[in-house]
Nanobody, 121 residues
Framework: QVQLVESGGGLVQAGGSLRLSCAAS????????ATWYRQAPGKQRELVAA???????DYADSVKGRFTISTNNAANTVYLQMDSLKPEDTAVYYC???????????????WGQGTQVTVSS
């Protein structure tokens, strides 16, 4: 059974930084892909950053140059480094990952519980 636990959210002033973590528990063999989404009050969930394949990432235009997605396979963790935060970045952030369960090609896909990020002006 794989579980995802998010952490790192909080309240920060505009211009500040936060690093979100999404840790996968259980016996896994790395990530196939990982995505961070966010949902602000009254708005639809939107993709923020994604690791599409090894060495290839994608970002929403609104966060390019400010956010960085990365993984630490040894720690079974996906990160979202958020710099130069703006009030419009305020949202609940969710990770979604596909992990490798074994050498037979089996995988597991799941979502984190969400973590609140609030940026004050």
């Amino acid at each position: 059974q794989v579980q995802l636990v998010e952490s790192g959210g909080g309240l920060v002033q505009a211009g500040g930084s936060l690093r979100l973590s999404c840790a996968a528990s259980g016996r896994i063999f790395g990530f196939n892909d990982a995505t961070w989404y966010r949902q602000a009050p009254g708005k639809q969930r939107e993709l923020v950053a994604a690791i599409i394949s090894p060495g290839r990432t994608d970002y929403a235009d609104s966060v390019k140059g400010r956010f960085t997605i990365s993984t630490n396979n040894a720690a079974n963790t996906v990160y979202l480094q958020m710099d130069s935060l703006k009030p419009e970045d305020t949202a609940v952030y969710y990770c979604a990952v596909e992990v490798k369960l074994g050498l037979d090609g089996s995988t597991w896909y799941g979502w984190g519980q969400g973590t609140q990020v609030t940026v004050s002006s």
